[in-house]
């Protein structure tokens, strides 16, 4: 069982939780960055980020259906952004909302950051997510 707090006292956030609640005894599954290449390797939407975005999100819920999970069950993440403008951030966000990870709406932190890993990379998601099903002692 996930449940979403927002907080009372604090700002309402316009599309996630300030926290996510998770019962003992549930499997999470913690994902390393999902990032913007394709099977082969080859970066996907070179100076782009909201290409580059999109397939962040693919590569994300294919790592989701991999541990038997998927973006519904996500309960947290950072979305990294190489820019320092906000709507740089913003144009990123908007990928992110669409693709179905806002449902819930998770927790999440959204950067600006100078570099990320690969030659060309402008954007990178890890994730927190409840695997469903039989529930653990």
Known sequence: MIQRVTVPGLFPPPAYS?????EAGTRL???AG????DAEGTLVGEGDPVRQAEQVVAN????????GSGLEHVLSTEVYVVGSEPAELSAVWEVVEASGLG???HSSTLLGVSCLGYTGQMVEITATAVVPGEVRP
């Open 34 to 37: 999902a990032v913007p290449l």
């Open 103 to 105: 449902t819930g709406p």
């Open 60 to 67: 994300l819920t294919e790592q989701l259906r991999a541990v």
């Open 18 to 22: 300030h926290a996510s609640v998770v």
């Open 29 to 31: 599954a913690f994902l």
